[in-house]
């Protein structure tokens, strides 16, 4: 993120260590997170201001899940705020796509081995509990063949059925996928502080919505397709329509008339 603010905006990106963010809820599941993804990257931007007495603060928040089109793939979104304290403004940037998030139940070594190669072991760390996802004895920072042996065999070892639970490490720095999101998420977060409002210069300005409503290109009839974006201002309530579309007609494909 610090050479990406740097470079953008040439603003100098600085890490207060004060607060333990692990509070606000851990990938591994021993504290839940019980504020939204938003809610939690605010947090941890106002509490970077509070520590350190700056009026500008930086917050990342990732979340995974299904992908959003077949609910099959694990996906991963990534979210970096900025928070003005002088300006009461939030600016957001986002990323999003396939995620490296997977377990794997097992009682053989060479089981272990493929699935830590297939994630990407050892640039992608690994987690070890005792069989199931939920039990609290866990062995973290796995990032070397031999400590994942070692951990496997503790976890054989103290499971009632001798199988050990692997999974990847959703932690930013123990994930490379994540890492890479929240550069783009960072970017994006960037492109927007440089656009401004043409109606009161605050940073910010850019999309806030799409509508669908392309016509059909057969019969004309309204579809989910894009037609157009919103862009505001995060401050005040300007704001433009912006057509988004390639075409001025959507493929029939999409058109709940044409295929109901």
């Not at 403004?89 to 990323?95: A, N, Q, R, S």
């Not at 690994?126 to 004895?137: E, K, T």
């Not at 390639?246 to 295929?259: F, I, K, L, R, V």
Request: hydrophobic share 40%.
């Amino acid at each position: 993120m610090a050479p990406i603010f740097a470079e953008t905006v040439g603003a100098e990106l600085l890490v207060d260590s004060g607060y333990d963010t692990d509070q606000l809820g851990t990938f591994t599941r021993e504290i839940p997170r019980l504020m939204t993804q938003r809610e939690a990257a605010a947090r941890k931007a106002r509490l970077a201001i509070e520590g350190s007495g700056a009026p500008i603060g930086v917050g990342s928040e990732g979340a995974f899940g299904a992908d959003p089109n077949f609910g099959i793939l694990p996906w991963n979104q990534e979210l970096v705020i900025l928070v003005d304290a002088e300006r009461e403004i939030e600016i957001v940037g986002i990323d999003q796509g396939p995620a490296t998030f997977a377990h794997l139940v097992a009682d053989n070594w060479a089981e272990v081995e493929i699935f830590a190669r297939d994630q990407g072991f050892p640039l992608q760390h690994l987690i070890v509990r005792p069989h199931a996802a939920d039990d609290p004895r866990i062995r973290k920072a796995i990032a070397s063949w031999s400590s994942l042996e070692s951990a496997f065999a503790w976890a054989r070892r103290v499971a009632d059925d001798g199988a050990a639970y692997i999974e990847t490490d959703g932690r930013a720095f123990a994930n490379p996928g994540r890492m890479a999101r929240i550069a783009n998420a960072t970017e994006d977060l960037a492109s927007r502080l440089l656009s401004c409002c043409p109606e009161c210069g605050a940073p910010g300005f850019g999309e806030i919505e799409r509508k669908g409503g392309l016509p059909c290109a057969a019969c004309a009839a309204p579809t989910w397709e894009t037609k157009e974006a919103i862009h505001g201002c995060i401050k005040c309530a300007h704001h433009i329509c912006l057509p988004v579309a390639s075409g001025t007609w959507a493929d029939p494909a999409h058109c709940d008339e044409c295929n109901p």
